[in-house]
């Protein structure tokens, strides 16, 4: 099958800004999401952004998309503690029924 | 309301047992997933309803019966399941099934133990 690949893990300074990258695979995908888990809970969504746009910015989280790499990024600005949890990328694909492929996730921890 | 809801939150059962968990939301979506997701791993599409109608079922074993009473519920029914089975389980809902956006909206799990 076709993946959707990530960074495992990433460790920053509170205060700093985190990117968090991501690839996927399939060109037809239509939308591309960010989501948000903190331990024992379920998933936040973020954001998304459309394939025909390159960048969304929505507060502290910036999303950019490189349609020609197949390239999705979040930048966090002025990453928090509360910031912790593991950050999930997922495509949606336009072939058949519109379902999302999720990537496998990044754990950010932020340190005081 | 922009809330997907689950119970119970936390579920222990023998591999006898027979029991179900409940989703509701309110927004007016017309499509609900299931969800399975292992410890460290991303969810795994399990069930779509679109339109109150069963439109994907990922190879799940029999031992997992969703049903979709009306749209606003899912349930899933548990009968006979395996340790192995022991996961979050997320429900998630979206405006409409079908191609486009999907933007899912999850809820909180449900955390199975299966002795």
């Known amino acids: 099958g076709e993946d959707v690949e990530q960074s495992l893990f990433l460790s920053v300074r509170e205060g700093d800004s985190s990117v968090i990258n991501c690839t996927y695979t399939d060109s037809s995908s239509t939308y591309l999401y960010w989501y948000k888990q903190e331990p024992g809970a379920g998933l936040q969504l973020l954001t998304y952004?459309?394939?025909?746009?390159d960048m969304k910015q929505d507060q502290r989280l910036t999303v950019l998309l490189n349609k020609k790499d197949k390239h999705l990024s979040l930048r966090i600005a002025d990453t928090q503690t509360g910031d912790s949890a593991i950050y999930f990328c997922?495509?949606?694909?336009?072939?058949?029924?519109?379902?999302?492929?999720f990537g496998k996730g990044t754990m950010l921890l932020v340190s005081p | 309301d922009t809330e997907v809801t689950q119970t119970p939150k936390h579920l222990v059962m023998g591999m006898t047992n027979k029991k179900s968990l409940k989703c509701e939301q309110h927004?007016?979506?017309?499509?609900m997933y299931w969800y399975k997701q292992k410890a460290k791993k991303p969810p795994e599409l399990m069930f779509v309803?679109?339109?109150?109608?069963?439109?994907i079922n990922e190879s799940v074993p029999s031992r997992f019966s969703p049903e979709c009473p009306n749209s606003s519920l899912l349930n899933l029914h548990l009968h006979a399941l395996q340790p192995e089975d022991s996961a979050l389980y997320l429900c998630a809902s979206s405006q409409k099934g079908g191609q486009g956006d999907n933007e899912q909206f999850f809820g909180p799990g449900t955390r199975l133990t299966v002795l």
């Open positions: 952004i459309f394939s025909n746009m």
């Open positions: 309803y679109s339109y109150e109608k069963l439109s």
């Open positions: 927004m007016g979506h017309r499509a």
């Open positions: 997922a495509e949606s694909r336009l072939t058949g029924y519109s379902t999302l492929t």
